[in-house]
Every structure is written in C-alpha cells, then in structure tokens.
C-alpha cells in the first residue's frame, strides 16, 4: 500500500507542470531550481524542536493547502500567488514520490508513510 500511495503522488507533479508554464511567469530558467525547492526551508522549523518542524514542515508540503493556495491566486488573479501553490503541489508531490511524507512529531524521520530510511511499519510506531 505503501507504494501505490507513493507511486500515485506522481499525479499532481505532471499537472504541476503544465499549469506552472501556463501562467507565463517571465522568469529566468534557473530560478526556476530554488523556487522549486524554496519549501524545503520549512525544516528551519526543526531549530525550535521536532513538534514546531513537524508543524512547519507540514504546512509546506499539505497539498490541500497548496491547492487552496493554486486557487486563491487563480481567483484573485494573482499570478504569482497562483505559481506558489503549485509550486507547492509539484513539490510535496515529488517528496510523496521519493518517501518524504508528512511529519509526525517524534521527529523527522517519522511520517505518514513510515519510517523513513528503515523497514519498519507505521503501525509499530
């Protein structure tokens, strides 16, 4: 189960993709590298302990937030507003590819899809 949750996270990055090049954003190519990973600086939130990471983890990489965000900013006509909720649906889609699910607050390695980095089972948490 495990790998299909993980293996269907590939959905919203493709249509990620496409609706980011829709908005025709000038913006330079490379940018386009730490836009891309700019939500991973909610780990700084791991400074104050594993309960503020996991909480500000979480609200970078929970994909109905990203996609109220999308919404908002195709509602408000605010490109850029619009780009970032993508952005983060394309990349906390892409973590769920890789295994980097939402944290819970014994630490970073543990998530809604398991142990990271081991075999171990959510249910033995």
């Known amino acids: 189960m495990k ?58 990489h929970h994909q109905t937030i990203a996609v109220i965000i999308a919404i908002s900013g195709l509602l408000l006509n605010i490109p850029y507003l619009e780009l970032a909720g993508l952005v983060l649906l394309g990349h906390s889609s892409l973590d769920r590819l890789m295994g980097y699910g939402l944290k819970l607050g014994k630490g970073f390695n543990y998530t809604h899809l398991g142990i990271m980095g081991g075999k171990e089972k959510l249910d033995k948490l």
């Open 3 to 60: 790998t299909l949750i993980r293996a269907e996270a590939i959905v919203p990055f493709i249509i990620s993709i496409p609706l980011i090049t829709s908005l025709n954003l000038n913006v330079q190519w490379w940018l386009w590298i730490p836009i891309f990973l700019a939500p991973d600086l909610s780990m700084l939130g791991y400074l104050f302990g594993n309960k503020t990471g996991a909480t500000t983890y979480n609200l970078f």
